[in-house]
């Protein structure tokens, strides 16, 4: 029997629900020596780990964190990067029963303490300062703790919840949002994941994002529940993420549009270093039409995903490359759920205006909450939103336009800063571009542009070029050019930061 065949029995014919532990006892007994986890170093040099030997650390740390009182309901925060342990860890807090916190490893020590605060977890694991108050290890003291413990997995129990995500959004506010959900999947969701994203059981996949951010937590997590050896790089630099794709000959990735616009602009790209992918999926931001046309002469269309997705887990939808050439700029219908498109009064709009976007699950609604902000207003159906807006076509694909806080009212004219941040980055001498509305008395808010360019280039020749896509009134009215626009690990721009920073400046 192949170990494909032997993978979907896993799952009998009911598409049971299976939790992380039997998963990867299930895997670890299939493939015990085969590679579960591919780490590269910041040094560049490589280190596996098989299944068997993430089973056994795994259930090592569980026994410690059971012996320890952490069980259902109890907390343990792992602010780490993407390293082998970081994956051990979540496995043993889900054996354990608790819930996983993941953290980025380089979160303020104002915001890890607002965030202790807010979820008083049981421990705390991180290489970096220890935050007062509060039982911590680093990842070598937790392996220590744990040698002598058993090898064998713990009596099988539902972590429930399973997981909070700190989410900071663009707008650097930490909100918690907890997922009362047990951890595991089934295999009718793995194949419901398989739809949304491309991936598929037992493949080569890099992890091209930090394990504290939701959408790769969920691609890394369903990566390993399906066998697939995942490929752990320390940075996630455009270079070196082709590199790895090559060498490693990659089948599977999820990236996010930044990540994409900066390897289309490495000198010495070509699109055969990614010939080896059969699907990658992006999420994490807009993906503007040009770049998503640019891709789809990289990526075959029915190789090319797009997902539409937030930490709330309000709703979601998806797009294949060939589905949408036939609805441009699309991302995708809901599966399962319903979408509906609102004024500020909160009365539905007809398709193809542009409102806030409300989604529901219709019955199968997830229980999700954020712990330390007031929740989401939710209508007699389910109805929730978190912002966005965008608009519906006839036949139901939902199209994006923007967040309301990224929109700029300037004279009077609404402004989506994403539209005039696509017109900015289609110009050849810019590598990256965002825009925000600055304090204005004349205007209320007047359109900056902060902008990263390689090569020597003027506001008037940006105006120009802007102006053959842009009316006068969405055209920036000062930029600001920088080297690097600052982005935090999940690759999104904090606007608050960089209005803050602008007007300190003067601008």
């Not at 752990?232 to 089948?251: G, H, N, T």
């Not at 046309?293 to 309000?314: A, G, V």
């Not at 105006?463 to 969405?474: E, G, M, V």
Request: include cysteine; charged fraction near 25%; charge should be negative.
């Amino acid at each position: 029997m192949s170990t494909t065949e032997h993978f979907n029995l896993f799952n009998p014919a009911d598409d049971g629900f299976f939790t992380p532990g039997k998963q990867l006892e299930n895997i670890a007994r299939v493939k015990p020596d085969e590679p579960a986890l591919i780490y590269i170093s910041p040094e560049g040099k490589e280190s596996v780990t098989t299944w068997r030997q993430l089973e056994q650390l795994s259930n090592r740390i569980a026994w410690y964190l059971l012996e320890k009182g952490i069980k259902s309901g109890k907390s343990v925060i792992a602010a780490l990067p993407n390293i082998p342990t970081h994956i051990a860890l979540a496995f043993g807090i889900w054996k354990a029963g608790g819930c996983y916190v993941p953290v980025s490893s380089r979160v303020p020590q104002r915001n890890m303490a607002e965030i202790c605060h807010c979820v008083d977890p049981s421990l705390v694991v991180t290489n970096r300062k220890k935050p007062e108050g509060y039982e911590s290890l680093s990842t070598s003291e937790l392996r220590a703790l744990c040698e002598g413990y058993p090898d064998t997995l713990p009596p099988d129990i539902l972590a429930i919840p399973n997981l909070s995500n700190c989410s900071g959004g663009t707008t650097g506010k930490t909100k918690v949002i907890q997922q009362n959900t047990p951890a595991g999947e089934s295999g009718a969701g793995l194949h419901r994941w398989f739809r949304y994203s491309g991936m598929a059981y037992e493949q080569r996949q890099l992890l091209a994002g930090p394990l504290f951010h939701g959408a790769p937590h969920t691609a890394a997590f369903n990566g390993l529940y399906s066998g697939n050896t995942l490929v752990m790089p320390s940075s996630f630099d455009a270079a070196d993420i082709v590199r790895l794709i090559k060498k490693y000959q990659i089948e599977y990735v999820q990236m996010v549009p930044t990540l994409m616009q900066r390897i289309i602009r490495l000198p010495d790209f070509r699109k055969e270093d990614l010939a080896s992918l059969k699907a990658m999926s992006h999420t994490g931001g807009i993906c503007s039409r040009d770049l998503k046309l640019q891709w789809l002469e990289i990526i075959p269309p029915e190789r090319l995903y797009e997902i539409y997705s937030m930490t709330e887990c309000i709703g979601m939808t998806y797009i294949r490359g060939d589905d949408w050439l036939k609805h441009e700029g699309s991302v995708g219908k809901m599966e399962g759920g319903y979408i509906s498109i609102r004024d500020e009064d909160g009365h539905e709009l007809p398709n193809g205006e542009i409102g806030e976007i409300y989604m529901s699950w219709g019955d199968w609604d997830l229980d999700v909450h954020y712990k330390n902000v007031p929740e989401l207003e939710s209508d007699s159906r389910g109805f929730k939103s978190v912002g966005d807006m965008g608009w519906l076509d006839e036949e139901g694909y939902l199209y994006f336009a923007d967040r309301r806080s990224d929109m700029i009212v300037t004279g009077g004219e609404n402004v989506f800063a994403a539209e005039v941040e696509a017109v900015l980055k289609k110009h050849k001498k810019v590598a990256d571009a965002v825009v925000v509305g600055l304090p204005d008395k004349e205007w209320g808010h007047r359109i900056h542009a902060i902008v990263e360019s390689p090569e020597a280039v003027t506001g008037k020749e940006l105006i120009k070029f802007a102006l053959d896509y842009l009316p006068p009134y969405k055209i920036p009215k000062s930029f600001e050019f920088v080297d690097a626009i600052p982005r935090n690990e999940s690759g999104k721009v904090v606007r608050s930061k960089l209005i803050e920073e602008s007007l300190e400046k003067g601008y």
